[in-house]
């Protein structure tokens, strides 16, 4: 028997009737979180000297989804897009910065803010990245006091198993609490424009269509993702979702609301699975990282700073987990010869 992939969907959500959401019964808010406790602990990274707050605490705190929600819906909002699109962001500073996926604000001319106690303001886009499905919104219209910034926590310390906690609006339903765990961390997803996102989290915390752009929680009630993507039969929650990697996110973000580009790390091949391990290069752009090193079109790369290369989501998501100007080992094997290691200094390459 033969069974079809699901698909890989985008969660923002069309307002129109319909929306492409279907007849499904969305979650139901869950404000209070009673005998519902996120049990995960993680330690947060130092955000010293950075515009987007990062967790500086050393210590491990576990919460309760409620106690949870009740620190960070504050800082959760709703974002209308003109009258085609609706999806979710999280504020991160005072200046009424918000975060969301871009493929949210595409196109947008304006943008309604809805805050958790009901308070709506004007948004414009302040800078948006295609290649990582970032993007920042700025509010106005809002008086700083009445802005509660949710800070970055460090996606690199989740683990398989972890507690992780979802809000957004979900099918429009705004402040919707959901809660599950991390169910495997390093998956790739596909950005809007085409490229590779790398070192995404899957949960199985219930994200759906108008998710998109909001905050994965855990148990400290950090940001440790960027809800961006579910993969599903109906266009509904199957139970696999992924988020965009705080790490990323934040560095991003960063970024955009210094009015710069984002960079991203360019190997400067195409690259296809290899017939017997590894990945082969289809291609070797002239000029640029691999070529600076020595490869040629049919090498076949198998590891990277030692760590083996079984495919290609592993290389793109092993390249997009480093920055411009990276130093990489990369071992690879030409035609039946042996094989040979080579330092790479990565490329940049603007969104």
Known sequence: MTTKPAAILLISLAALAGGGAGAVVATSRDASGASTAAT??????SG???????????DTTTLTAGEIYKKTSPGVVDLKVGDSA????????????????AHVVEGATTIKVTFADGTTASGRVLGTDATTDIAVVRVTGISASRL??????????????????????????????????????????????????????????SINPGNSGGPL??????????????ESDSGGNDGVGFAIPSDTARSVATALIAGETPTHPQLGVQIQDGTSGGVTLAAVTAGGAAAGAGLKAGDT???????????????????????????????????????????????????
């Open 148 to 205: 509660q910034p949710l800070t970055f926590g460090d996606s690199d310390a989740v683990q398989p198993g972890d507690g992780v906690l979802a809000i957004g609006s979900p099918f429009g339903l705004s402040e919707t609490l959901t809660t599950g765990i991390v169910s495997a961390l390093d998956r790739t997803i596909t950005s809007p424009s085409g490229a590779t996102i790398g070192g995404a989290i899957q949960t199985d915390a």
């Open 40 to 45: 995960a602990t993680t330690t947060g990274a």
């Open 48 to 58: 010293s000297g950075t515009a987007v707050a990062a967790s500086d605490t050393s």
């Open 301 to 351: 790369i198998t590891a990277i700073d030692g760590t083996t290369v079984s495919d290609a989501d592993a290389l793109a998501s092993l390249i997009a987990s480093h920055q411009p100007g990276d130093k990489l080992s990369v071992t690879y094997r030409r035609g039946s010869g042996q094989s040979t290691t080579v330092t790479v200094t990565l490329g940049a390459a603007k969104s």
């Open 217 to 230: 929680l855990d148990a400290e009630g950090d940001v440790v993702g960027v809800n961006a993507q579910i």
């Open 86 to 101: 609706e999806g979710s962001g999280f504020v991160v500073d005072k200046k009424g910065d918000v975060v969301t996926d």
